[in-house]
């Protein structure tokens, strides 16, 4: 099972920020937060990871709550080339393995 | 990032038949990778891990006699769908990581559509 949440879609406008929330309530102390996006038909594209600190890079910046139940994935200044579907996954430690286990995901819309 | 190559892009089979999908890590060594499938307007489904000289573990409900999985090199692993029935129809992706490590990316390919008549 999934152990993210994450609202069903979200519009958002060209050029403005947009803030994909997830919540992850149950997560461990050595998981990872991970985010990828999925543009129609293609495989999967990493974005950003962290473990409790935010984290910032050349697409996203990822925040994470202190207690680490939520996280917000910030795209600074959207595009209509991020109309995606985007994915907050938990990466299971140890015990499972490395793997990757998808939820729905955010259906973002960017709009001009 | 690492460079994730699945051929063939597409495939249409007549159903009865088995179709064979390759993932080649082409700048990575990876000890791990994963084969997910996805049906229309779903999420990428989990299948199978496999891990470079050992068997595959599948996920539960997936048929391992029917998904015949190898990954016997650290850059090629193959996904065989064994008489393949209109059902099997789907878009096949698989992954690449470094086993034991779960804070690095995993990488994609483009992924496989399958379409079996």
């Known amino acids: 099972d999934a152990k993210t949440t994450q609202p069903p879609s979200m519009d958002c406008a060209e050029g403005r920020a947009a803030n994909l929330p997830c919540n992850h309530s149950?997560?461990?102390?050595?998981?990872?937060v991970y985010w990828y996006r999925q543009i129609h038909s293609q495989g999967p594209q990493y974005i950003i990871h962290?473990?409790?600190n935010n984290e910032t890079n050349e697409m996203a910046s990822l925040i994470i709550t202190e207690d680490r139940k939520s996280s917000t994935l910030i795209l600074p200044h959207a595009t209509l080339r991020d109309t995606a579907v985007y994915y907050c996954?938990?990466?299971?430690?140890?015990?499972?393995?490395?793997?990757?286990?998808f939820g729905a995901g955010t259906i973002l819309r960017v709009k001009s | 990032g690492a460079v994730v190559s699945q051929h063939p892009s597409w495939v249409i089979c007549k159903s009865g038949t088995s179709v064979k999908i390759e993932c080649r890590s082409l700048?990575?060594?990876?000890?791990?990778m994963f084969w997910y499938r996805q049906f229309p307007k779903q999420s990428l489904m989990l299948m199978a891990t496999?891990?470079?000289?050992?068997?595959?573990?599948?996920e539960q409900g997936v048929e391992k006699d029917k998904f015949l999985i190898n990954h016997a090199s650290l850059t090629l692993s193959t996904l065989t769908v064994t008489s393949a029935h209109p059902e099997d129809s789907s878009f096949y992706i698989c992954?690449?990581?470094?086993?034991?490590?779960?804070?690095?990316?995993?990488?994609f390919g483009q992924g496989t559509r399958l379409t079996v008549v």
């Open positions: 992954s690449v990581s470094d086993r034991g490590q779960w804070n690095t990316e995993a990488f």
């Open positions: 996954i938990v990466r299971f430690g140890s015990r499972y393995g490395n793997k990757l286990v």
């Open positions: 496999s891990n470079e000289g050992s068997k595959a573990t599948y």
């Open positions: 700048d990575f060594q990876a000890t791990t």
């Open positions: 962290g473990l409790k």
């Open positions: 149950t997560i461990s102390g050595n998981e990872y």
